[in-house]
């Protein structure tokens, strides 16, 4: 399974990372990342890393804030948040590309207050 964690309610231009743990797979994914959505709107990608080549994608939206990273010891995939804005807002969910399939965490809410 996959696990986020590490969302939370914080103040504009504040931090969070969020942390999802892929211990129940391999290291043999195509991709992984994030992605957020709020209510009434559709699911979209904040960022990947794919492999073969190593490669990482932002979201224009988030670009220059956001840093996405992964231990590949621990398992585990973090997406570093900074500056954060209050239209960041959204249930943040981990994703992952694996060769059994792709599969979702479970979603980790970030609130942004002004």
């Known amino acids: 399974q996959l696990q986020a964690s590490g969302g939370g309610l914080v103040q504009a231009g504040e931090s969070l990372r969020l942390s999802c743990s892929h211990s129940?797979?391999?290291?043999?994914?195509?991709?992984i990342g994030w992605f957020r959505q709020v209510p009434g709107k559709e699911r979209e990608g904040v960022s990947c890393?794919?492999?073969?080549?190593?490669?990482?994608r932002y979201a224009d939206s988030v670009k220059g804030r956001f840093t996405i990273s992964r231990d590949s010891s621990r398992k585990r995939l973090y997406l570093r948040m900074n500056s954060l804005k209050p239209e960041d807002t959204a249930v943040y969910f981990c994703?992952?590309?694996?060769?059994?399939?792709?599969?979702w965490g479970q979603g980790t809410q970030v609130t942004v207050s002004s």
């Open positions: 994703n992952g590309n694996f060769a059994s399939g792709t599969y």
């Open positions: 129940g797979f391999g290291l043999d994914f195509a991709a």
């Open positions: 890393i794919s492999v073969g080549p190593n490669t990482t």
